[in-house]
């Protein structure tokens, strides 16, 4: 499985930006695709995830109500819909992959096995 991870910039505060996922090499039934990210000096954490089959979604509470999972099916992309940015929402993006994963896991990073190669998005104050 190869992830590509797109979208990031620079927004101010308050705004949105909608990051992409595309995925190729297999298909994506069982799978989880996640999202995390990572800030200058801190440990990569978990944003959100879906199931690729039936599209349960999984959030932290960082940004419940303000992200968004959503997937393509045709386009084998998940996207990260993300409004009322926030400067601490800076930070590299990350997608992962990992198949058959329960739901009590799918916000442990050790747990995936697939990585994309990152996208910055940096809000201003």
């Known amino acids: 499985v190869q992830l590509q991870a797109s979208g990031g910039g620079l927004v101010q505060a308050g705004g949105s930006l909608r990051l992409s996922c595309s995925g190729s090499?297999?298909?994506?039934?069982?799978?989880?695709i996640g999202w995390f990210r990572q800030a200058p000096g801190k440990e990569r954490e978990f944003v959100g995830a879906i199931r690729w089959s039936g599209g349960g979604t999984f959030y932290a509470d960082s940004v419940k109500g303000r992200f968004t999972v959503y997937r393509e099916n045709a386009k084998k992309t998940v996207h990260l819909q993300m409004n009322s940015l926030k400067p601490e929402d800076t930070a590299v993006y990350y997608c992962?992959?990992?198949?058959?994963?329960?739901?009590?896991?799918?916000?442990?990073?050790?747990?995936?096995?697939?990585w994309g190669q990152g996208t910055l998005v940096t809000v201003s104050s």
């Open positions: 090499g297999s298909t994506f039934v069982n799978y989880v």
């Open positions: 992962a992959a990992r198949s058959g994963l329960i739901a009590g896991m799918v916000s442990r990073r050790t747990e995936y096995d697939y």
